[in-house]
Each structure stands twice: as structure tokens, then as C-alpha cells.
């Protein structure tokens, strides 16, 4: 009988022991669980919070400007860019400069050669002769046809002959000065093969165009000057949105591809005539212009602002971008070891003065708590439970 109880009782201890078995089992799973949920957030310690002078914030409203969006670039007025070319073809004896170079008005750019050059100073000399005797025949006739010595035929033929040979002479050294080929120096004996071209405007060279030997005709564009000293903003702005602008609005415009800095205009022109892609000039005034190194020919994205309204916005430093995406960091819970934040995408509208619209507002309420600093160096941690 003994026996038997011993059986029965050390069965039940059996059962007992598994079923605390099971209850360690569900409680670990129940731990695991917990330790799991913790893990989607992302842990900042009291200590690291406070080293790191990370801080909390919420929404608040800002004024951010009402824009038309639209693109240009970076460009220089009509008077301020200067193509060079040759008056009579040749062949380039000279270019002694590169692009990037600096030249001032009068500056001798290339020189070219060309027997042709020779060909009319010959001419020039020799048309001049004839001039002067012409001129004194005309002026013979004419004295006799004052005392009636000659015939009115005569006198005209003489007068004919010298207003021509005359248009000739004034025809010829005009060429020479726009060949840069001093008459005067002609008339004195040096006739001369080579020619310069000077800079018609003082800047900087943008393009070169030949080589020494190049041959070039008035056609060939040899160099390009720009002068950088006034640069404008040359946008294009979509026919529906013309009659929202007016001169002297406010524009804020990035170079995408150099800077995120945001910069200031004018708008100091519109355009009347509206281009074959639907789109209409606008012409614009950087401010601080000397202050910063545009060049011409930059890509620009600008706003050109119309209108101002409030809206819930967060200071830059609240927003991380990761992968095209942007996040922020929500308080979730504090305990005495630190701090639980979760990570959620939203979506940006207007950056200025360093705040950054956050256009998914409904996703939070005026007391949500952000990581208004030190978010950058978190976002994509979550799943890290220690830092």
C-alpha cells in the first residue's frame, strides 16, 4: 500500500513540475514580447541625453511665404557678354590666352594674319593719289566754270569723277580702322600683314574657340567675354502664374547643384511676350550680389513669393533625411534610465529661417514632444535597445 502512495505522490510531483515549467516558458515568451515592443523604439539615456545637449520641443506656427515655383539660371544683361570677331578672314598668328582669364577694354586679344591686309592698304595709298589729282581738276573745272572758260559737261564729268574716287578713299580707311590698321601710319609708308583684335569690354574669358593657324572667317565667333560684375536672375514662369507677379516681389532662389543655401532677388523685370513652351521672362535682382561668387550659365530653383501664411513647423535640426525620406523623432515614454523615442516619416513642405514646415501635421497633437536636436545622429537606430 506504501508503495502505492509513494507511486501516486511522485506523480503528482511530476505534474507540478511541468506545470511550472510552463509558466517560467510563457513568462520568458511574455519578456521576450516586452523586450521586443521596446526594441521598435529608439533608448536615449538620461546620461546621453544630457552630454549630447539634445532638447525637446513641439509644432509651433511660423509664417512661410506663398510662392510661385519656378527655374532659371544665372545671367549676365546683353551689354555685359561679347562674342569677338575677325572684320576680314585670316589665319590666327596669335592667342595668348585661356579661359578663365581676366582682360580689360582695349586689350589685345588675338592677332591675325592675311595677305589681303596688304592688298588694301595698296589700294588705300593708291586711291589717295588719285584722289588728290582729281581733286585738283575738280577744283580747276570748277574755277573756270565760274568765269565760263569750260563747259558745264566738263565740270560735271571732273566733279563726278572726284566724288567718286573721294567715296572710294573714305570707304577704304574706314576698313583700315575697323582692321585696326592706322591710316596714318599707311600714309606714312608701314603697311603691315598682321592685325589685332582688341577686347571690346573689360571681364573674363568664357570661351576660345580657335588655335594658333585657325583659319577664321567674320562668321567665326574667335572668343567670348563676360563681365560678371552685374548678374541677374533670368527665370521662366509658366503663362498661369503671370498675373500673380508684380515688380518689386521677393525672391528666394537655390543653386541645387553647388549649395543649399537659400538667396534673395527682386523681381525687377517681367517679360510681355510669352515663348513657345507656354512661358513668360521674368528678369531679377540678386541681393548682396558682390558678396557671393555666382557664375553664369548656374541652374537655379526659385520661389517667387506672392502671398505669406501660418503654418505648424519644427526647427531643421528636428528633421532627419534618410534615403530621400524624411523623419522626425516623437517622445513615447521617459523613465528614470532616459528616454523613448519613436521614429516617424513625414512629409516637409517650406524651409526658411531655419524652421522647416512639417506638412503631415494631423499625425500629431499640440503636445507631442519632438527631439527638436540631436535627431540626425538617431534616425535609423530604432531596433537598437542600448546606446
Known sequence: MQRIINKYTFIILLLVLASCGEKESTSLDSQTSDTHRNDDRIFVSTAQFENSNMTLGKLIQQPFPITVKTTGMIDVPPENRAVVNATMGGYIKSTPLLIGDKVRKGQVLVSIENPDFVKIQQEYLEVKEQMTYLRVEYERHQTMMDENITSQ?????????????????????????????????????????VVNIYAPISGSITKVNVTRGTYVSPATAILEIIDNDHLHLELSVFEKDILK???????????????????LADVHLIGTTIEDN????VHGHINN??????????????GIVIDSASAKALPETAVAN????NYVLILDETTNAGYYFTQVEVEIGQQLNQYIEIVTDSKFNDE????????????????????
Open 245 to 263: 507677379l508684380q515688380k518689386g516681389q521677393k525672391i528666394n532662389f537655390k543653386i541645387p547643384e553647388s549649395s543649399n543655401e537659400t538667396f
Open 322 to 325: 534618410m534615403d530621400n525620406e
Open 153 to 193: 559737261k566738263s565740270f560735271l564729268k571732273a566733279e563726278s569723277s572726284y566724288k567718286t574716287i573721294n567715296a572710294r578713299y573714305t570707304g577704304l580707311r574706314k576698313q583700315l580702322q575697323m582692321l585696326n590698321i592706322s591710316p596714318s601710319n599707311v600714309e606714312a609708308g608701314t603697311i603691315v600683314s
Open 278 to 281: 507656354r512661358t513668360i521672362k
Open 289 to 302: 550680389e558682390k558678396e557671393i561668387h555666382f557664375l553664369t550659365g548656374m541652374f537655379v530653383e526659385a
Open 368 to 387: 507631442t514632444n519632438f527631439l527638436i536636436k540631436g535627431a540626425f545622429n538617431l534616425v535609423g537606430e530604432s531596433g537598437s535597445h542600448d546606446h
